[in-house]
């Protein structure tokens, strides 16, 4: 056989190989490069908000700042849930009935839970505001649902759930 | 009656016959191809799967139709397999940052 020949169809075979490589690199790079990009970010989960919802740079600065002036409220909260969670828990482990200390705890924790809640709900509100009606609309929808559906499913009342608890809830990463 | 082919009829033709030399020329290299052509016929019994992959190779990665054609699936499914992984990456970064954005404005959410 032709040495010369086999070598041009074994560089015409991995030529081919390299070709869809680059083609599958090329298009996945491309396509994924917003994702970076995203994460770049100061605050990642802000800028996958405006390219969500559309925000024009306007709107982003306002839904920003209203996120800016939100977190300390909501560090506030998770730490009061955090310490109702071990104080209940602490109590719990300690008791074989509900005393009146137990109540007690787990009506202020309920209170915590509405003022949350309350808390929740105005900021999605002013966020809803700050972007055209349409967007506003379609923001409220999707974060009702991922934030008040997910706290039935994922976490027990007034963070009464074992082994977990919302001390979880990092806000240091986001804050 | 028909005479036996078989028998000499004449056996002065016969003689005649068993005198005649051909006077013709061979090729020069004809023994050589001769014996070339027996020892494919010989080596063709037992080709090897490598010299067959080889063969193969040659045969049908030099055709330009063949290379061409070769070149265009493997670009295509390149293309294809790029938006598909990158459509399934989309769709996980999309479930991230939800999750993100909604850790960040919910005491109460963690992940389980």
Known sequence: MNGSRLTRAIAILLAGVLLGLVAWGGVYWTLTAPHRAILREHHPELAWLQLEFNLSPAEFERISALHRAYLPYCEELCERIAAHHNDIRHLVQQSTELTPEIQSLLEEAARVRIECQQMMLDHFFAVSRAMSPEQGRRYLAWVQEKTFHMDHERTAPAGFHTGHGPADHRHHRHH | ?112
Not at chain 2, 24 to 47: E, T
Not at chain 2, 82 to 90: C, F, S, V
């Open chain 2, 1 to 112: 009656m028909q005479s036996d082919p078989r028998q000499p009829a004449n056996p002065a033709l016969t003689r005649l016959l068993s005198t005649w030399r051909v006077q013709s020329h061979l090729p020069a290299d004809f023994s050589n191809r001769v014996w070339l052509r027996l020892a494919r016929i010989d080596g063709s019994a037992g080709v090897s799967i490598a010299d067959a992959l080889r063969h193969w190779l040659s045969d049908v990665f030099l055709r330009p139709t063949w290379s061409l054609g070769y070149a265009l699936v493997l670009l295509g499914a390149g293309l294809l397999g790029g938006y598909l992984g990158a459509r399934e990456q989309t769709e996980r970064f999309k479930q991230h940052m939800e999750q993100r954005y909604v850790q960040s404005i919910n005491p109460y959410f963690h992940p389980r």
